[in-house]
């Protein structure tokens, strides 16, 4: 299947000869920064342009000599999987006064730097467009001094910025995501996961403290990750009387059998007076009021270490490409921009209007961060049930099932249906095993506290098979006619999708399935048309690149005794036909190359990889990185790869081979899917509930238009219900994907950071965009959690 098509750029084309490039982190380091640096680094390399490490961040700039170095290719290998920063980060006082920048601006021109890639918080890119606004300013004064010369002034008039935003809070208007949030969520959702064991088997209750002193951002998605009892943030300080309210919610969660209580306190929290409310003052009110045997854990540091998931190496590497390319086309009157994120597509942002947007204070609101208020509305909606009394009363049956193969998060996504569904009004039912148990009857209502501690358990809780319900359509539609099932939610792969499908075509003989039907994609192959993202890809990423990893430290651990071998690992991913996990897998993981169906190739092409690996490994590069998706062709097997590397690489290097299997399929479930799951699904839930109340008519339920049956999927920057008849065009059947897939485009991003001479389709590439207060409710769930 050929790539979308789009303006391509080649690589001769591409041009930033003369220019050179510095890149620097400042102020508190966030995972994934490296991944970014590198991929400025090489982008600006792939271009012709020199690039420049600044060193120890703008305290680097400012002191110059060995804290501004020439980057070399090899001089970012390794460093994808690094936390941190490797080149340092620093606060520097000396930056903020006017002889700090004039030293800062001297050291730049003695290196002919014009252009300047920032990565760090609103304070460090408030920093630099301050810098290039007295830039021509500075140089008139190092003139005068006779530090440079006087034709330099006119030489380097400009300094162009662009910023990256690292910061594991979150806190920075215009972006859904920052680099670092969605590691520092992983390590937050880890400690509650081991928590959570040892608080069951003694009965305890935890309170933990995250950070976040002005944005409570990791507290809150925390706590919709693990479905915490309570929640205190600083954009939300709770009423007068909230001591009493949250006793008696920990006193009912605890009286219904459940063996724990989580609650989650941000380090900024604080109550309708200003006055703080920190981690030990909720411990002695749980201890005085309850008499809970209760712990606190403050995470702290914790939060900001260890290897960067997935998500912010994807992240930092596109944006690190975007940045490279935005400096190639900034001219004197383009404003300073930072690279952002909106939904599934990079956007570039006047920077200043980003950070004019960003409140100051413990408890600024984040009016302009929708992401943040959908979280919010969830949460409520998710952990605090309302009296029976409260609840409206609706008469509706819904119905939830898995549909194919198990993914991570499909519990959470159930979880959020069903109480959704409850707070409505409506009477949620169970289906166990998919349409196999729908046929037999395994049906059974679900309430509320059945649901409780979902979110971070793996697989599927109810239990999922590959059955189409065509086979069985006539006893499906008996069961619907038994438990008056009025409307129906599916949580599957492409089996999901197609079910759909055929329930739609047997409305003709059955009333039963003219009703609402729902479908939230959930598969680690994210192959289901109308979405670019499903439930359950993320973790999958994410064990790839955890198992690529320990491949790789195990190789290192062994090698050291005897000496260092240059080594090949060709690693086997799920997917089916469809090469999402080899591909966003390969770029998350540095791979040299990733075999696809999607991307046809034959023997030249694997001996061409061969040659250019064994090229790469003649120089300083120790390890190299293969992918192949399991069904990329039929005659180039993965044992065929590793024969001809290992044949073709004698001498040169080694090759292993590994096939990782079900472990992709495996385990909890990532931060990101965990929320995406939950929100995706709720959405979902609150259109059969406004579906149910518009085809009600004469005392039932008839819905018989084609947009009563939808697949509510991420396209771009926003969530969208799709009629499943209008997604037949866009769907290849015979190989399960859909004929455009939006990944491709990111192809190109691995064989540049892999040092492949290439085309590059810029069709995609962010365009200078003016930051919008309050975005279209579609994008509330976007893919950045």
């Known amino acids: ?108 021109v003695q290196h002919g730097i014009t252009n300047l890639c920032v990565i760090g918080g609103d304070g460090s890119l408030t ?40 910061s594991i809070d979150n806190d920075f208007c215009g972006t ?35 950070m976040g002193r002005h944005c409570g951002y990791l507290a809150l998605v925390s706590a919709l990750a693990c479905g915490a009892d309570w929640v205190l943030i600083p954009e939300m300080p709770p009423e007068d009387g909230w001591e009493e309210k949250m006793c008696e919610k920990l006193s009912a969660t605890r009286s219904r059998g459940t063996r724990l209580n989580i609650i989650i306190v941000a380090e900024g929290a604080i109550d309708r007076h200003g006055k703080p409310i920190t981690s030990g003052i909720v411990k002695d009110l749980v201890v005085k009021c309850l008499g809970f045997d209760t712990r606190v854990t403050i995470l702290g540091h914790v939060q900001r270490g260890g290897t960067p ?54 408890g600024w609101k984040q009016a302009t961060h929708s992401i943040f208020e959908n979280n919010l509305r969830t949460y409520k909606l998710l952990a605090h049930r309302k009296p029976e009394s409260e609840l409206p009363v609706s008469n509706f049956n819904v119905a939830v099932l898995n549909v194919g193969a198990p993914a991570a998060g499909m519990n959470a996504a159930v979880r959020s249906a069903v109480r959704v569904g409850i707070s409505e009004g409506h009477k949620m039912f169970a289906v166990s095993d998919g349409f196999e148990g729908f046929y037999k009857g395994q049906i059974k209502e679900i309430k509320w506290a059945d649901v409780g501690g979902w979110t971070g358990q793996g697989g599927s809780l109810l239990g999922t098979k590959r059955t189409l319900p065509a086979k069985h359509i006539d006893k499906i539609a008996e069961q619907m006619r038994e438990h008056n099932i009025n409307a129906l939610l599916i ?46 890809a993320d973790t999958a990423l994410n064990a790839i690149t955890t198992l690529i990893c320990m491949c790789q430290t195990c190789d290192r651990i062994k090698q050291s005794a005897s000496g260092t071998k240059r080594r ?7 997917g089916g036909y469809c090469g999402y996990l080899a591909s966003v897998g390969g770029l998350a993981a540095g791979a040299d190359a990733a075999y696809i169906y999607e991307e046809p190739f034959d023997i030249r092409d694997l001996q061409a990889n061969v040659e250019h690996l064994t090229e790469k490994m003649k120089t300083s590069i120790q390890r190299g990185l293969v992918l192949r998706n399991e069904n990329c062709n039929e005659n180039y097997t993965t044992d065929f ?84 008849v209008q997604l037949k065009d866009e769907t290849d059947f015979v190989h399960r994907i859909p004929k455009e897939q939006w990944w491709l485009k990111l192809r190109p991003l691995m064989k540049i950071l892999a ?17 919008v207060r309050n975005r279209p409710k579609e994008s509330d769930a976007s893919v950045a959690m």
């Open 1 to 108: 299947m050929a790539q979308p098509d789009g303006k391509k750029i080649f690589f001769e084309n591409l041009s930033g000869a003369g220019k050179a490039i510095a890149v620097l982190t400042s102020g508190g380091d966030a995972q994934g920064m490296n991944a970014a640096v590198r991929a400025v680094v090489r982008m600006g390399l792939y271009v012709g342009a020199k690039v420049y490490f600044i060193h120890e961040g703008y305290q680097g700039m400012v002191d110059g000599g060995e804290n501004i170095k020439e980057a070399t290719w090899e001089s970012v290998s390794s460093m994808l999987q690094v936390g941190g920063t490797v080149i340092g980060s620093a606060r520097c006082k000396e930056f903020r006064s006017h002889e700090g920048r004039l030293k800062a601006a001297h050291n730049l």
């Open 127 to 166: 920093g630099a467009n301050l810098f290039r606004e007295e830039w021509s300013g500075l140089l008139g004064e190092l003139a005068e001094q006779g530090l440079i010369e006087a034709d330099a002034v006119q030489k380097y008039s400009a300094l162009h910025i662009v910023g990256m935003v690292g």
């Open 176 to 210: 859904d995501m920052t680099i670092g949030t969605d590691s520092a969520l992983h390590r937050i959702i880890e400690v509650v996961d081991a928590i959570m064991t040892t608080a069951q088997s003694h009965q305890r209750t935890f309170v933990l403290e995250v």
């Open 309 to 362: 998931s997935a998500f912010d190496r994807i992240l930092a590497s596109r944006m690190g490409v975007e940045a490279v390319l935005a400096l190639l086309e900034t001219t004197a009157n383009t404003p300073a921009c930072v690279v952002s994120l909106c939904g599934n597509q990079s956007v570039r942002l006047p920077l200043m209007e980003c950070v004019q947007m960003v409140g100051t204070g413990p």
């Open 491 to 536: 949580v599957g792969g492409f089996e999901g999708f197609l079910s759909l499908l055929e329930l739609l075509t047997a409305r003709g003989k059955y009333d039963e399935f003219c009703v609402p039907m729902v479908m939230v994609p959930a598969t680690v192959s994210n192959n289901v048309p109308g979405s670019d993202l499903s439930i359950g």
């Open 568 to 574: 090949v690992f060709i690693i086997e991913t799920m």
């Open 641 to 724: 790869i590793y024969q001809l590397y290992s044949e073709e690489g004698r001498g040169v290097f080694d090759s292993r081979k590994n096939v990782l299997g079900h472990m992709q399929q495996g385990g909890a479930p990532s931060p990101f899917d965990r929320n995406f799951g939950t929100k995706i699904s709720a959405k979902a839930m609150q259109w059969v509930s406004k579906k149910l109340l518009e085809t009600f008519r004469q005392g039932r339920v008839f819905a018989n238009t084609e947009d009563s049956c939808c697949l509510l999927g991420m396209r771009r920057r926003a969530l969208v219900f799709q009629p499943v």
């Open 755 to 771: 040092k492949y001479k290439t085309t590059f389709d810029v069709s995609d590439s962010g365009q200078l965009e003016h930051v």
